[in-house]
Each structure stands twice: as structure tokens, then as C-alpha cells.
């Protein structure tokens, strides 16, 4: 099929079906524990110059944990897609983690505006950018996930978005319709936060999807952090609630209160003043520095870090939050 | 001098542009005001979404993310990115509001960069989100931003979510939704529409003490004019007390 136009934008990673069933056909099926620490789980499966995506939705049940433990054990150089996101971006940006990025929403976060150090790293010209669109990359997961090398889509067309990405144009062989084929990506790792998983890494998850379904799917190598660890009995006593099987992944971290300072579905709702108080800090680049040496490198783990921020008192006022419970605003 | 601020007046416009039993996406901010309002005041079938999932929530408080908490709360479902932007392609949705840092007389938006160098931007801004998708599939697209002359611009730096392109029929041409496309702005001090033809963006009203130079002197490219110009409606009684007391008490977005 020939294409009508093409983007000038840099595909990251290979579309190629074949090339990713021979990946999978290596996969290990194996019901076996895959339960570890963060800490283990980014020595493993996050490699320098590796692709990585990240699950949920900029500062809602996103992997937090798994963010601060790629910028404390120094990965460089990797890819990554900026699918909506948001407070993990800057977590991100923090640490120069990515060279290349796929964009579809970064530097922002959302009513709270714009994140001065994301902004500075994203003007700097040490990253290489690829244009496209939230919807785009869901379908470039979603194609993943098939197992095919591309997804047709109705958006981008005639703007600059479509001309600075790597998607090309076609015509339907029913309709003559003109589409956006949407190339495949397959994230060589992943992260992504859910309710419950039990230590072979069946998951449940709450509230809203995103496109975690797909990035499981799609991605090589997956790392979940859940809230609780719950049994396989408990899976197998109504598998309708499951919604990653085992086999995508490969590491499984309890880390409860992993998504904050972000929202967690029916958890705990996100820590605004925390959030606000980074993207404060990160208008002086000295403060900044003192700042993530607290927060983040001088932390052994996810939980030091809460407890330098409120600890438990902090967590019980951001769930009265979350259920809107009386004087929860206070 | 009347008692409300630009960004009331902007709010209470956008959301008598919502009848009863349409359907839009949302982000957060002002846009959701709108709709919030719109359910509250006139449109009590307004079916509200959020590109991250929630569906036809009863929101309780103004979200931060359109991925929060708030657009689920008590929702009818809670989905994700390919149901929502899907039911937008299939032509389910009516409205979404959009903006960004620039605007052009065809209605395209930039929220991508300011400079020359995609590479190296001398300003970078978040890229398209969703809004390229929510242009690209919902009938009408609104649009609500304070005016001046530096947004309404000649030329926008870069086209990261489509209006009518470059006018006439280069938006059919491009292989775009037929029949989608943009439908109002609403700024501070008027509401435009697009001529039918040309697709050139056009006055149809001014606000309450502005003239047709002050919108003209604050937009960076001429502006066509509707016949008949009307002088928009400032906001009711209950429509501000809906707007401060239910949708916004902490003046988050309607500020002081």
C-alpha cells in the first residue's frame, strides 16, 4: 500500500509484528511468584536506552515508586512516551532520564500549569521529539496489543501535528475514506499502578483506564505496583474483575499509597500542596537540586518519601479527600 | 458597572451554547464551568465527558485532571481513552471545548510551540492532548479565551489542532470528519462564528461595553462582520449565583 503523505518525525521503536512475536514467543508463562521490590524490579527489567512508558494519567494512578527509582538508580538515555503525562514527566525530567520522546501531552499539568524544569529540559535541545496526538499513541498501543503493525485513525490530518510525527496517510481499499495509519509501538518496558494483584501478577484495577490494557500488552517487559497483594484464590473466585493476566508481566511490587502525591481511584486523592510545592522549587534550579535530594535520592523508598511528606496523617486527610468526607477541603 | 468579571461573562456565554440532550467532551477550567453550569441552569440532560474515561459523571466539585477522581464521581461509566475519543469518531459527540496560546482566522490552534525550531522551541507548551483528536471528531468545536491581538494571530507558529485549515474546503480536502469543524468563539469581548464559504472567522455579537473596533483593535488579522451584530446578553442573577455558589465556591477559575 503506498502512502498519500508522511510525517517528518521519528518512528522509536520498531512496528514490526514479526519481529515482536519473536519477543513474545520467548516470554515465560510460568505461574510462578514474580514478587519483588522496586528496587530489584528497575535493576532488572529498566535498562539504559531502553523505551518506557508509564501507566495511568499524568498525577492519577500512575507508578510514582517506579519514577523516583529510575532517576535514583541514574538511567539514561532511554525513550519514552509522553502519553498524557503530566507529574511523572517531571519526575522524569528531573533526573534527564530520556533523550527521545514521543510527545502527546508533556511539560503541563493540566489546571495546575506548566512545570518550569520540564520546560527548561524540553527547550534545551537534548531531546528529540516525535508530534502526535493522546489518541494516536493509545491506537499505537492498541495496534501493539493486536498484534499488528499499525491502527487506522481519523485525527492529525492537514495540521503540523500530523507533519512532525512518523504516521503516514492512506486510503481505505473499501471506502477511498483517508486514514492516519498509526505505527505500532511496542514499549521495551513499563510500568504500571493498580488496585490489586496477587504475586503472580494477576491485576485488578479501578476507576478510569487510560490505555493501561493496551500498554500492558503491547509493552516487552512490565513492571505493576498495587496497592495490596490480594490471593490467587480471591482472582479465581470471579476472574470477570481481571484485567492484566500474569503473563504480560514481570515483576510485582506491593507498594500501597503508590501513586502519590497522584490520585488513586477510590484510595486517596492527589496531594495538591505537595504538587504545587514542586513546581515552585523548580523555578530556582539550586533549590530544585536540595529539593531531590530530599525527596528522591537521598529516599531508600517510596515509603521514606511519604513519611518526609506527611506520613500517615497526610494519607488519611487526602482519602477523607478522595470520598469527599466532611471538611475534607481543609 | 455590572457585578461580574470577564470570566464569568465568558462562562455564562459558553454555556447557553449547550442545549438540552447534546453531548460533549470536556477539560478541566473554564470549559467545565461551562458545562457544569449548562447541566445546572438549562440543560439537565447535558451528557458530560472526559477524555480519560468518566462518562456522564454528577460532578461534585471542579476537577483538577480529566483524569481525577471527580470526572467518575458517581459516573454511569468509567472508561478509558479509546471508548471516549471512539464515540467521538463515531459520531456521538456534539461539543468540546478547546484553546491554546494561539489562534488563527480559520480557527486552527497552536499549543505546541513558539520559535522556529521544533527541536529547540524557544517556548515549549504540552502539544495536542487530546484537543487534535477532539477537533478532528466532535461536530462543533468551541473555543473560550480572553482576546488580544498576540493570540488572534495572523499565523499560528504551529497548527497543532486543525480549525478550517487554510478556509473554503481545504478541511473536506484533507480527509477530516465531513461536517465537523469549528463553531464558536467566545471571548471576552465577542462571540464569532466562521462565513459559511470562506470559513473566515466573523463577529456575530458583542459583549456588553465593547464596540466592534475594540474587538477588531484586539485581533491580529481582520475580521469579518455578520450582518446583523447583536449585543450579547451579560449574565443572569441565577446563572452567577449557580456559577459561585454550586459550581466554583472557591473561586478557583472564576478568580476575584
Redesign the interface.
Known amino acids: 500500500m503506498e502512502s498519500i503523505e508522511q510525517g517528518i518525525g521519528k518512528i522509536f521503536t520498531d512496528p514490526d509484528p514479526d519481529n515482536a512475536r519473536a519477543f513474545f514467543r520467548t516470554k515465560s508463562r510460568k505461574l510462578e511468584s514474580k514478587v519483588m521490590s522496586v528496587k530489584e524490579a528497575v535493576e532488572k527489567f529498566v535498562h539504559d536506552g531502553d523505551y518506557l512508558t508509564l501507566g495511568?494519567?499524568?498525577?492519577?494512578r500512575v507508578p510514582i515508586a517506579v519514577a523516583h527509582e529510575i532517576v535514583r538508580q541514574g538511567r539514561k538515555n532511554m525513550g519514552f512516551a509522553?502519553h498524557?503525562s503530566?507529574h511523572d514527566f517531571q519526575i522524569l525530567c528531573a533526573g534527564e532520564v530520556f533523550n527521545r520522546v514521543d510527545?502527546?501531552?508533556?511539560?503541563?499539568l493540566?489546571?495546575?500549569g506548566?512545570s518550569p524544569n520540564a520546560?527548561r529540559y524540553?527547550?534545551?535541545?537534548k531531546?528529540?521529539?516525535s508530534?502526535?496526538?493522546?489518541?494516536?499513541l493509545?491506537?499505537r498501543f492498541?495496534a501493539a496489543a493486536a498484534g499488528v503493525s499499525f491502527y487506522p485513525?481519523?485525527?492529525?490530518?492537514?495540521?503540523?501535528?500530523f507533519k512532525?510525527s512518523g504516521a503516514k496517510?492512506i486510503e481505505c481499499p473499501f471506502t477511498g475514506?483517508?486514514?492516519v495509519a498509526q505505527p505500532a509501538l511496542y514499549p521495551d518496558v513499563s510500568a504500571i499502578h493498580v488496585h490489586e494483584a496477587d504475586i503472580y501478577g494477576n491485576c485488578r484495577a479501578?476507576?478510569?483506564?487510560?490505555?493501561?490494557?493496551?500498554v500492558a500488552r503491547a509493552s516487552k517487559r512490565l513492571i505493576i505496583t498495587c496497592e495490596r497483594l490480594i490471593a490467587n484464590d480471591e482472582i479465581r473466585r470471579d476472574p470477570s474483575y481481571t484485567v492484566i493476566p500474569y503473563w504480560c508481566v514481570d515483576a510485582v511490587c506491593e507498594v500501597p499509597y503508590g501513586s502519590y502525591p497522584g490520585?488513586m481511584?477510590?484510595e486517596y486523592?492527589?496531594d495538591?500542596e505537595h504538587i504545587r510545592e514542586w513546581m515552585k522549587t523548580e523555578e530556582d534550579p539550586v533549590e530544585f537540586k536540595k529539593f531531590l535530594e530530599k525527596n528522591i535520592y537521598s529516599c531508600k523508598d517510596h515509603f521514606e518519601y511519604i513519611e518526609k511528606n506527611g506520613g500517615i496523617n497526610k494519607l488519611l486527610k487526602l482519602r477523607d479527600k478522595?470520598f469527599?468526607f466532611v471538611k475534607a477541603?481543609d | 458597572m455590572a457585578d461580574y468579571n470577564t470570566m464569568e461573562l465568558m462562562i455564562c456565554t459558553a454555556a447557553r451554547e449547550l442545549e438540552d440532550g447534546a453531548s460533549i467532551v470536556v477539560?478541566?477550567?473554564a470549559p467545565n464551568a461551562a458545562a457544569m453550569l449548562a447541566q445546572k441552569a438549562h440543560s439537565p440532560n447535558l451528557v458530560i465527558l472526559f477524555?480519560?474515561?468518566?462518562a456522564a459523571p454528577l460532578i461534585?466539585?471542579m476537577?483538577?485532571?480529566?483524569?481525577?477522581?471527580r470526572?467518575?464521581?458517581k459516573a454511569l461509566m468509567?472508561?478509558?481513552?479509546?471508548e471516549i475519543?471512539e464515540t467521538c469518531?463515531r459520531g456521538m459527540i456534539d461539543y468540546t471545548f478547546l484553546g491554546g496560546a494561539q489562534i488563527d482566522m480559520y480557527g486552527?490552534l497552536n499549543s505546541?510551540r513558539i520559535g522556529p525550531?521544533?527541536?529547540?522551541?524557544?517556548?515549549?507548551?504540552?502539544?495536542?492532548?487530546?484537543?487534535?483528536?477532539l477537533a478532528?471528531?466532535c461536530w462543533r468545536m468551541l473555543v473560550m479565551t480572553p482576546q488580544d491581538s498576540k493570540r488572534f494571530a495572523e499565523k499560528c507558529q504551529?497548527?497543532?489542532?486543525?480549525g478550517w485549515?487554510t478556509g473554503g474546503d481545504?478541511?473536506a480536502k484533507?480527509?477530516?470528519?465531513r461536517g465537523a469543524g469549528p463553531y464558536k468563539i467566545i471571548t471576552n469581548m465577542a462571540v464569532m462564528d466562521f462565513e459559511p464559504e470562506s470559513k473566515r472567522m466573523r463577529i456575530i455579537g458583542v459583549n456588553p461595553g465593547y464596540s466592534e473596533k475594540d474587538v477588531q483593535d484586539n485581533c491580529g488579522f481582520e475580521l469579518l462582520k455578520a450582518k446583523k451584530i447583536v449585543e450579547n446578553k451579560p449574565p443572569t442573577a441565577r446563572e452567577l449565583s449557580i456559577l459561585r455558589d454550586e459550581i466554583d465556591p472557591?473561586r478557583?477559575v472564576i478568580g476575584r
Open positions: 495511568g494519567f499524568g498525577a492519577n509522553g498524557t503530566t510527545v502527546a501531552y508533556i511539560v503541563g493540566e489546571a495546575r506548566l520546560r524540553m527547550e534545551s535541545g531531546v528529540e521529539v508530534e502526535w496526538t493522546n489518541y494516536s493509545s491506537v492498541k485513525a481519523r485525527n492529525m490530518m492537514g495540521t503540523d501535528t512532525y496517510i475514506t483517508r486514514y479501578r476507576g478510569i483506564t487510560v490505555s493501561d490494557f493496551d490520585n481511584y477510590a486523592f492527589s495538591e478522595e469527599m477541603r | 477539560g478541566t477550567g477524555e480519560a474515561g468518566g461534585p466539585e476537577p483538577i485532571s480529566v483524569g481525577d477522581s470526572t467518575t464521581w468509567a472508561s478509558g481513552m479509546c475519543m469518531c486552527n505546541t525550531d521544533h527541536q529547540k522551541p524557544k517556548v515549549r507548551f504540552p502539544g495536542s492532548g487530546g484537543a487534535n483528536d478532528s471528531f504551529f497548527i497543532t489542532t486543525p485549515l481545504s478541511r484533507s480527509g477530516l470528519p472557591y478557583y
